[in-house]
Every structure is written in C-alpha cells, then in structure tokens.
C-alpha cells in the first residue's frame, strides 16, 4: 500500500499504545497480538495449507461459522486458522474447537504482513463482511493465495465510491470474487469497475436455522412464568435501551422478561435488577443452579421460583437458545452504535422492536418491510407498539410468522459459495 495508508495505520497502532495503558480490553488485543507468531508455530507446525477465515469480531464470525463448520465435517483433514482483531471476538471464541489455530490478527503493516504469512502459510483465505486490510490483501495478492469477500454489503456512502476513494477500490481487485448480499451491492460494485461479484446472500440466515434447530437445555426454562400474559426478551441490551422498555416492563406486571446485557460485571447486574419493580428478579445463573441443586438432591422446587417474573442473563452463548422462550424480542444497539443481531430472534417467528439507528442494516429494512419488525423512536413508540400486540393475539401471530418467513426464504447462502468456493475439494 502506499505511504499514507502504511503511516495511518501505524499512527493507529502507536494510538493503541497509548489507549492500553488505561484499556484493558486494547491491552489484551495488543498482548494477543503479540503471542500470534508463536501460536502459530505452534498449531499450524505440521499443518500447511491451512484455510484461512479472518472476522473483525463476533458477529462477523458468526456469519463465517457455517461455512468453517461444513468444511470441518465434510473435510476433517483440512486445517483452519482463524483470526480476530477485537478482543470481544477472539475472547469468546479462542477455544472454538473447529478451528486448528485462533489467533489475533497482527496490525497491517508491510512486516507484519509478510511474518504472519510466512508463519502461517495459508492455501486459501476468507474474509467476512466488512474486513479490507490492504497490506494483507495485496500480499496475498502478490503470493497467489485465492482470496474471496463472503457475506459482504456495499452502500453509496462508502468509501470505496467517494471521488477520493481510490486507495480502497484497489483493495477490492485483491479478491479473486465477492460473494455479497444482494443486488444492490453487485451494482455498486459494477460501476467502479468490480465484475467478479457474485450476488449469494447472507450466511447468518443459515446459521441462526442451526441454533434454532439444535438443542441446547437451560434447565427449567420451559415452564418459566408459564401463566405470564406475554414473555419479552431483550437481547443485547445497552442502558440507553432500557431507559426505553423498562418503564413499560415495570408498568405491565402482568409480562415476564428474559433481559441479555450486551457487556455486563457485578455492578452493572445488579444495577439492571434494580431497576425492576414488582415480581422477583433473578440472574440466569442463580435460576439454573435452584434447578440443578433440586434435580441433584430429588427435591421439589422453593415455591417462590413460580413468583419469578425476570430473569437477567449473566452469562455468554445462552441468549441465541433463550429467543425461542419468549413472544417478542427486542434487539439492543438501535439508541447507539447500531442494532445486534435481529435474525437471532426472527428465527424463532417472534417479532423483533429496535431502536432508530439501523440505516446500515438491511435485515431492519427488510423486516420492517415485511411486518416482521418494528423501529421505535423513544419510549413513545415502544410503549405504542407493545400495546398494539398487547392487545391483539392475532397481531402478535401475525407479525411472528412474517419474521420467519423472512429467514426461510434467505437460507441458502453457505450452500451457494461453499460450493464455488471448495469445489476442488
């Protein structure tokens, strides 16, 4: 890459420096950083050849897992390296089984560059949805080592179709194809001169199926508030989220809730608890143990386990299984950043409420589309829509079945580029 790319992203790893001596979520990237050479020695020693899938972070890997996950079953003997460049993916998932070696991805400097993959030695590499490190690619470029974009979404406002935005459309002719979400995208694309795109949808309809289909046993979740009028579930949760729902929540006594922090410690649980009246709340933590310790010593459950009206995650990996317990989802983000992951909760044909920010989310526009799902301004619109499906069952149902459908009818993706990509396997 040129000099003003490899300067910025210099300047951004000398900033992460700086950041780490007060960050301890930038101080482990740059430590995992650091061990990448070594485990890669390690893991990848007598395994050449490995595919390599690179994700910026957990929900990217998400969109990535079918496709490890098949090649891993129909192709044991196929190694896989995985990388991560946020500590919120790499944390959760540096034991995923899968995966032959999980690894930080060192900054994309020209060095590093060439050290990872000398050390690694990739046959093939993927990147998921929104990951364009030039370095990277253009060595991969320049080694020969196909390279493919899956799952990836192209908007006008990027800027790889700004008039200044040359140094990013040349990253974009490093891939051998793009395999992205819709049409739209393929067009955008065309007209900066990019052919080698293939319109295959998204991966994490596929995915989501799978987590519906398995089964996966929180103890006593079944009957939880089985009288309950109506179950809500927030997933993903931020504060600026709550602020919206749980005066309605402490205002309707009559539905019990399932609420999934998006990062959470002791303080802000207990902060969360408070901020609920009426009807006992307890973690999922302390829920499953009251079941496990009746089960173990064949004793009935305490009684008050019936009054139990919330109950607040506290633990990761459960909030994927907890959807299908509840009648409607509301999906956290939408008052910051950016909404979570919608399709999570679709799956199970519940309708999913979010918040305002979703314009870079086609899911959102779609679902609104198809009455599947629901954007609230403020507290207003929240408290109008839950009680429009407050009171109409067939509402509710209604709106559910649109969300499902939705999913239904996008699956396919995994199987469309698995098939080109691995056809020579």
């Not at 032959?100 to 990872?116: E, S």
């Not at 046959?123 to 929104?130: E, L, P, Q, T, V």
């Not at 509840?326 to 999913?352: C, K, M, R, S, T």
């Given at each position: 890459?040129?000099?003003?790319?490899?300067?910025?992203?210099?300047?951004?790893?000398?900033?992460?420096?700086?950041?780490?001596?007060?960050?301890?979520?930038?101080?482990?990237?740059?430590?995992?950083?650091?061990?990448?050479?070594?485990?890669?020695?390690?893991?990848?020693?007598?395994?050449?050849?490995?595919?390599?899938?690179?994700?910026?972070?957990?929900?990217?890997?998400?969109?990535?897992?079918?496709?490890?996950?098949?090649?891993?079953?129909?192709?044991?003997?196929?190694?896989?390296?995985?990388?991560?460049?946020?500590?919120?993916?790499?944390?959760?998932?540096?034991?995923?089984?899968?995966?032959?070696?999980?690894?930080?991805?060192?900054?994309?400097?020209?060095?590093?560059?060439?050290?990872?993959?000398?050390?690694?030695?990739?046959?093939?590499?993927?990147?998921?949805?929104?990951?364009?490190?030039?370095?990277?690619?253009?060595?991969?470029?320049?080694?020969?080592?196909?390279?493919?974009?899956?799952?990836?979404?192209?908007?006008?406002?990027?800027?790889?179709?700004?008039?200044?935005?040359?140094?990013?459309?040349?990253?974009?002719?490093?891939?051998?194809?793009?395999?992205?979400?819709?049409?739209?995208?393929?067009?955008?694309?065309?007209?900066?001169?990019?052919?080698?795109?293939?319109?295959?949808?998204?991966?994490?309809?596929?995915?989501?199926?799978?987590v519906m289909r398995s089964t996966v046993d929180i103890?006593?979740?079944?009957?939880?508030?089985?009288?309950?009028?109506?179950?809500?579930?927030?997933?993903?949760?931020?504060?600026?989220?709550?602020?919206?729902?749980?005066?309605?929540?402490?205002?309707?006594?009559?539905?019990?809730?399932?609420?999934?922090?998006?990062?959470?410690?002791?303080?802000?649980?207990?902060?969360?608890?408070?901020?609920?009246?009426?009807?006992?709340?307890?973690?999922?933590?302390?829920?499953?143990?009251?079941?496990?310790?009746?089960?173990?010593?064949?004793?009935?459950?305490?009684?008050?386990?019936?009054?139990?009206?919330?109950?607040?995650?506290?633990?990761?990996?459960?909030?994927?299984?907890?959807?299908?317990?509840?009648?409607?989802?509301?999906?956290?983000?939408?008052?910051?950043?950016?909404?979570?992951?919608?399709?999570?909760?679709?799956?199970?044909?519940?309708?999913?409420?979010?918040?305002?920010n979703h314009a870079k989310f086609k899911e959102a526009?779609?679902?609104?589309?198809?009455?599947?799902?629901?954007?609230?301004?403020?507290?207003?619109?929240?408290?109008?829509?839950?009680?429009m499906f407050g009171s109409s069952a067939e509402a509710?149902?209604?709106?559910?079945?649109?969300?499902?459908?939705?999913?239904?009818?996008?699956?396919?993706?995994?199987?469309?580029?698995?098939?080109?990509?691995?056809?020579?396997?």
């Amino acid at each position: 890459m040129n000099l003003l790319y490899n300067t910025a992203i210099s300047l951004y790893g000398a900033a992460a420096q700086v950041v780490s001596l007060r960050s301890r979520k930038v101080r482990k990237m740059l430590r995992g950083q650091h061990r990448t050479p070594e485990l890669l020695r390690r893991k990848l020693a007598d395994k050449p050849g490995a595919v390599w899938f690179h994700a910026s972070s957990l929900g990217e890997f998400e969109q990535g897992r079918p496709m490890i996950e098949r090649l891993k079953r129909e192709h044991p003997e196929v190694p896989v390296l995985l990388s991560f460049f946020s500590p919120s993916g790499y944390e959760v998932r540096k034991n995923y089984h899968f995966a032959d070696a999980v690894v930080y991805l060192p900054f994309d400097t020209p060095q590093r560059v060439r050290r990872f993959l000398d050390i690694a030695k990739p046959s093939m590499a993927i990147f998921i949805k929104y990951e364009f490190w030039g370095n990277y690619l253009e060595e991969l470029h320049r080694r020969g080592i196909p390279t493919y974009l899956i799952s990836s979404i192209f908007r006008p406002g990027q800027r790889f179709f700004r008039n200044i935005g040359g140094m990013f459309r040349k990253m974009l002719h490093c891939f051998d194809r793009l395999y992205v979400q819709d049409e739209r995208s393929r067009r955008l694309l065309r007209v900066i001169g990019v052919e080698n795109v293939t319109v295959a949808g998204d991966t994490r309809f596929d995915r989501v199926t799978d987590v519906m289909r398995s089964t996966v046993d929180i103890p006593g979740f079944p009957g939880f508030a089985s009288e309950a009028k109506m179950k809500f579930i927030a997933g993903s949760s931020w504060e600026a989220d709550e602020d919206v729902y749980v005066p309605w929540l402490n205002a309707h006594p009559e539905v019990a809730f399932i609420i999934a922090p998006h990062e959470f410690n002791e303080t802000r649980l207990e902060a969360l608890r408070n901020r609920f009246t009426g009807g006992k709340v307890v973690l999922l933590s302390e829920w499953i143990e009251i079941i496990k310790k009746s089960r173990k010593e064949n004793k009935p459950l305490p009684g008050w386990l019936s009054e139990v009206r919330g109950v607040i995650v506290d633990s990761f990996g459960k909030l994927s299984t907890l959807y299908r317990f509840a009648d409607i989802a509301y999906i956290g983000g939408g008052f910051g950043a950016g909404i979570h992951n919608l399709n999570e909760a679709a799956v199970y044909g519940i309708p999913v409420v979010f918040g305002p920010n979703h314009a870079k989310f086609k899911e959102a526009a779609d679902l609104i589309a198809c009455g599947g799902g629901f954007s609230v301004a403020d507290k207003a619109e929240f408290n109008s829509t839950m009680e429009m499906f407050g009171s109409s069952a067939e509402a509710l149902h209604k709106a559910g079945a649109e969300a499902g459908k939705y999913i239904r009818d996008n699956l396919g993706a995994t199987d469309r580029i698995y098939s080109e990509i691995f056809a020579h396997l």
